[in-house]
Every structure is written in structure tokens, then in C-alpha cells.
């Protein structure tokens, strides 16, 4: 199993924000992340990557425990995250970002020719290669933020919230390319406020409500779920 | 609720903003007017005393911009001051002078000279040797300083790492004084750095002389921050150094082992503190457990003057504080005891009126 996550627990201070989450994701899935604003999505990603410790519970990435391992450690070993807000290093410029996302690599020519595909999959960042990231448009942003992750050759892409503040037509884009990134052989879980979208491309989708999940199955069946359709697809 | 309150915070810091712009023009052709008086109408002193003190300015001004880089360095990383880095140059100062000690005690006869050492027989190892060894020491006292004073503190509110680190400056000072006892110690160069020795040039008719300490200390400063620019621009811990000030749950997430960029970055800074407190003993000849402390808040001054946080802006501020005070007194007419005012001065009145700094973005408007 890929990543396997046990009974977490997760404190901010006296805020209980994950109350006993268990999941798991396979290789070669797309596993989807759905629940509210504040609902504990991004507090699972952090935790999986080692930037939250867990009060109790387990992570287990390819069978091996990593909740106390060092998030530099847990990057190294192939779990990447591109965070919420994209978080470009704002006064770096577009290729600096993205030899950053290959900081964990020291074959130079690796890199290049990893940025190459980079910029073949996103060729507005070629353009604006020597753009510093902060002066990027929110698509360029968000587009430089998955090129940076892929730098680092990800086994499994954790992604938090791709679509957010995107328009319509880019949202597509970006769906189109995390499909596109797993039909290469990279796992990905996925957290969405954008419901719909995360759970027409998922194998399968959990629903988070308020530190707990509520409901799991496949994407399809989701999606056709009269409980999530009222609460999260805007009950039609 | 809500909005009138804004909308009046933001009329008073236009208000604000005029008055120190109003105040900034004021002191500013005040000095202006003072400067033209005592330069052009009283014509106190000729060309060549410009130059001298000019010069001077610039030879401390590389110092300062060494120090001061420190304090940029780590501010931009963690947001302390670091009170305990004129200290962390002064312990630089000391391995300087040691080394210079030692080796004036190493005989190393020549035929024609029985009675020579190993400082003056060979001078340039000697040079590189004090200088490595009072790298080393500031180097190494910036990375225990971090690692014992200052990460067990990375969670706790900044006025605490604040009141850490002036205790620490305290306790080092002391410390020095305890090892080496209070005297000043009289900083033996090798002859060919002899201090009064240098080049003479003629300036309006007067001899001008341009020692080769002070122009050793001049380039040495000058290829040091060459290098720590390229060091932070074009190489890859420079660049995780940049990643780690801009955002370090980001950082990690690439990989970036935060802890450790974070005590290089204090043994960069250290090192070149402990390169300036090397220079200072060469040029100036004088070293005790006080002489951090000066030079110290100074480099402060410069660092805020740039823009703390801003790399350029600490060079630029360290040079620029050393010509002000340098030429300083001269050109405001007023006592050559009073430059240390001149510099402090300028603290305060680039607090007036630019917080940011020349060359610092204005993010304390923005975080109001
Ligand atoms: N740094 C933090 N400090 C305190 N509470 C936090 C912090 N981050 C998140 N929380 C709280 O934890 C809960 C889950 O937050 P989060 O994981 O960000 O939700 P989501 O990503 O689903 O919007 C929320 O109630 C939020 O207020
Ligand atoms: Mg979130």
C-alpha cells in the first residue's frame, strides 16, 4: 500500500482539528480529499508531510512509519506536497522556484532536463522563466507551484486545493494535467473544496466534515450521492 | 464599526507619512545649508583632509558592511537582532591578535637575520593564518550562540529572543574580559602591515597617505561581500537560505532541512563578523572585550539604515555610515568627538523618516 494513515490525531493548541482519520491510497490512484472550509483537509496533508506531528495515529508511506520522520526526509523518499496557495517563493524568479522543487537532486543534468519538461508541460513559465514568481498571474502561479513539485519526481503529489481562486477555463487546464501527471505514474491525493471536479477524475473520495470522515467510496458513487450532492454539489 | 475606524487609521498614517516626509525635507536642507557653510564659505580644510577622511570613511565602511551583513542575515531568517554579533567580531578580533601573538614567538632565523620570527619571515602566511583562525572562532561562536541560546527559543515571542540575545552579548563581553582580562592589547601586525606605512600621494599640494592597512582592509571587505553575493544569489545554499527568510514551511516542503540552513546562515554571518574583528585589530591596533560593542551597534545602525533584511542594503549602510562619520564632524563643523552621535543620529532619523531603510521594501506600513 502506498500511504496508509491509521487513527489521526491532530492538535493546533486546544483545537482538535483531525478527531481519528483513517484512510488509505494505492498505487497509481487518485485518491480525492472533499470537505468544507476548516474541515481538516489541509491539516492531513501537513500531517502526512511532516509539518504537523500527530497526537495519536500512524502514517505509513510504502509500508514504512513516517510520522516522526523529518519533513526534508519525508521529501526525499518521494512524498511531495504543492501547498494551498501555491507558496512561490515570491522574490525568486521562475527558474529558481523551480530548482527548488529539485533541491533534494544533485545530478545537474538531471534537473535541466527535468525543468525542460517542466516547460514543455507549461510553456508560460518558459517564457516568464526569469519572472520573479511573485509578479506571476494566479494560473502561472499555481501551474509553476505543480511544475516545482514534479521537479522532485514524485511517487506520491499531494495536492491542496490545485483550482482554488482559478477560472473556470483554467480549472480545466489544471484537471487535465494532474490527470495527466497520474496517468505517468504518479500517485495523488487530492483535496478540493471544488467537489464536483475532484470527484469526477478520483478513483476514489473521502468526505470530510470537522476533523472526522463521513463518508467514502468511489468518485463516481459520490458523486451520485443525494447527501453529498446537497452538501457539497450545490444540491441540485 | 468597522469601516470608520479603517478609514481613520488610514487618514492618520497619511498624516503621519506627510509629517515625516515634512520632517525629513526640513532636516534635510538644514544639513544641507550646514554642510555648504562650513565646506564652501569657511573653507576649513583643503582637499587633502576630505580625502583622508574619505578614505577612512570607506576603510570603516567595509567593516561595518561586513558586521552589518550578520545582522541582515539573521534578521531576515528567524526577525531578531542579533545584540550578541558585536561580540561574535570582537572574539574574531581576539584570534587575530593570538595568532599574531604566537607566531611573533615562533623564531624563524635567516642568514641575515638571526633574530627573525615567523610573523615577520613569512608575513603573508601569517596574515592568512590570523585570519582563518579568527574566522573560525566567530564562525564557531555564531553556530553555538544559535544552537544554545537561541533555537530553544524559535517558538517563543521575539521580544524574548530579544532580551536572549542582549544577555548573551552581556555574557560574552564578560567572558572575554574574565579570559584575556580588561587591558586593551596592543595588535602586533608583521611589518610589511606596519600601520604608519603606506602609499603617499599628493593632494592640492599636501601628502596624503594611504596606508597599506587601510586599503588592505578596504579590498579584503570588498571581495567578501563579493563573494557572500554570489554566494546567496547564483549558488543552491544560497538560494535555500532565500527560500527558508521568504517561508520555511514552504522550505521544508522542498526538501530544505530548516535547522541546518538556519545555523549555516549564523556561521556565514560569524564569519565574516569574525573577518572584520581580524581587520579592525590590523588596522586599528587596538583589541579588549570592549571592542565588539561599538562596532557592533553601528553595524546596527547600518543594517536599519539599508533596509534590515535587504543584503545590498547592509553593504550600502555599512559604507555609507562609515564616510557620514568619518566626514561627518568635519563637515557639520562640530567636535571630531561627536561622530559617534552622528552615527546614532542617523538611526534616529532614519527611523523618522524611512523605517524601511534605503533600500528595505515597506513592509512595516504594510503589516500595520
Ligand atoms: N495554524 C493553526 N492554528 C490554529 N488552528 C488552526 C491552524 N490551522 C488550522 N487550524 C484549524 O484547524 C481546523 C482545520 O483547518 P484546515 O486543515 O486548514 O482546514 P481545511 O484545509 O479543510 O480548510 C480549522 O478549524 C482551523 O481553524
Ligand atoms: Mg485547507
Known amino acids: 500500500m502506498m500511504l496508509k494513515v491509521e487513527s489521526l490525531q491532530v492538535f493546533y493548541g486546544a483545537i482538535h482539528a483531525l478527531q481519528g482519520i483513517s484512510f488509505h491510497l494505492e498505487k497509481g490512484e487518485i485518491v480525492a480529499l472533499i470537505g468544507a472550509n476548516g474541515a481538516g483537509k489541509s491539516t492531513v496533508l501537513n500531517t502526512v508531510s ?6 495519536e495515529g500512524a502514517v505509513a508511506f510504502e509500508d514504512q512509519e513516517i510520522h ?15 501547498p494551498e496557495g501555491r507558496k512561490i517563493f515570491s522574490r525568486m524568479t521562475v527558474t529558481e522556484n523551480l530548482e527548488m522543487g529539485a533541491y533534494t537532486h544533485t545530478d545537474r543534468a538531471e534537473i535541466a532536463r527535468d525543468m525542460e519538461s517542466v516547460f514543455e508541460r507549461f510553456s508560460r513559465l518558459r517564457e516568464r522563466r526569469n519572472q520573479l514568481g511573485g509578479t506571476l498571474s494566479g ?10 513539485g514534479l521537479m522532485a519526481h514524485p511517487t506520491l503529489l499531494l495536492l491542496d486545493e490545485p483550482s482554488m481562486g482559478l477560472s473556470p477555463i483554467l480549472v480545466e487546464q489544471i484537471f487535465d494535467i494532474i490527470q495527466d501527471i497520474n ?4 500517485s495523488i491525493l487530492l483535496v478540493e473544496q471544488n467537489a464536483q471536479m475532484a470527484l469526477a477524475i478520483a478513483d476514489r473520495a473521502y468526505v470530510l466534515e470537522t476533523g472526522k470522515i463521513v463518508m467514502q467510496g468511489t468518485g463516481d458513487d459520490l458523486l451520485k450521492d443525494p447527501s453529498v450532492i446537497e452538501a457539497y454539489l450545490g444540491g441540485h | 464599526m468597522d469601516k470608520p475606524t479603517s478609514t481613520s487609521t488610514q487618514g492618520r498614517l497619511r498624516l503621519e507619512r506627510y509629517l515625516r516626509t515634512f520632517a525629513g525635507i526640513v532636516i534635510g536642507v538644514f544639513l544641507l545649508w550646514r554642510v555648504y557653510n562650513v565646506i564652501v564659505l569657511q573653507q576649513n580644510f583643503g582637499a587633502d583632509t576630505w580625502v583622508r577622511f574619505g578614505l577612512s570613511g570607506l576603510i570603516l565602511g567595509g567593516m561595518y558592511a561586513l558586521i552589518a551583513i550578520g545582522y541582515t542575515l539573521v534578521y531576515g531568517i528567524m526577525f531578531m537582532i542579533n545584540f550578541a554579533h558585536g561580540e561574535v567580531m570582537m572574539l574574531g578580533a581576539f584570534g587575530g591578535f593570538f595568532t599574531f601573538e604566537a607566531l611573533r614567538f615562533i623564531p624563524a632565523p635567516t642568514l641575515s637575520n638571526p633574530e627573525y620570527n615567523f610573523l615577520n619571515a613569512h608575513p603573508f602566511i601569517s596574515v592568512l593564518l590570523a585570519f582563518l583562525v579568527g574566522i573560525s572562532i566567530s564562525a564557531m561562536a555564531g553556530y553555538f550562540l544559535e544552537k544554545i541560546a537561541y533555537r530553544p527559543l ?3 515571542p521575539r521580544l524574548i529572543l530579544l532580551i536572549t540575545a542582549i544577555g548573551a552579548s552581556i555574557f560574552l563581553q564578560n567572558l572575554a574580559m574574565l579570559l584575556f582580562g580588561p587591558q586593551r592589547k596592543n595588535v602586533v601586525n608583521p611589518d610589511i602591515l606596519d600601520r604608519g606605512a603606506g602609499w603617499i600621494v599628493n593632494v592640492s599640494g599636501n601628502d596624503v597617505l594611504i596606508s597599506y592597512t587601510g586599503i588592505f582592509s578596504l579590498v579584503l571587505s570588498t571581495l567578501l561581500m563579493i563573494g557572500l ?8 545554499l544560497g538560494r535555500a537560505m532565500r527560500a527558508v527568510a521568504l517561508d520555511k514551511n514552504t522550505a521544508s516542503l522542498m526538501g530544505v532541512d530548516v535547522d541546518n540552513v538556519i545555523s549555516k546562515t549564523f556561521i556565514i554571518s560569524g564569519a565574516l563578523a569574525g573577518a572584520a574583528g581580524v581587520m579592525w585589530g590590523i588596522h586599528m591596533g587596538l583589541v579588549n572585550h570592549y571592542t565588539g560593542f561599538l562596532p557592533g551597534i553601528k553595524a546596527f545602525t547600518a543594517a536599519v539604515m539599508g533596509g534590515i533584511g535587504n543584503i545590498p542594503g547592509a553593504m550600502l549602510g555599512g559604507m555609507l555610515l562609515g564616510v557620514i562619520e568619518a566626514i561627518g564632524p568635519a563637515a557639520l563643523g562640530i567636535d571630531f568627538q561627536l561622530k559617534d552621535v552622528i552615527a546614532f543620529s542617523i538611526l534616529v532619523l532614519v527611523l523618522i523618516v524611512r523605517p524601511s531603510g534605503i533600500l528595505g521594501e515597506k513592509l512595516s506600513e504594510e503589516k500595520l
Open chain 1, 68 to 82: 516522526e520522520v523529518p519533513p526534508q526526509e519525508i521529501v526525499r523518499r518521494g512524498v511531495i506536497q504543492v
Open chain 1, 183 to 186: 496517468e505517468q505514474g504518479t
Open chain 1, 50 to 55: 511532516g509539518i504537523l506531528r500527530p497526537r
Open chain 1, 139 to 148: 494560473g502561472e502561479q499555481q501551474m509553476l507551484a505543480i511544475g516545482r
Open chain 2, 229 to 236: 553575493y554570489i554566494l546567496v544569489q547564483r549558488t543552491k
Open chain 2, 154 to 156: 524559535r517558538r517563543a
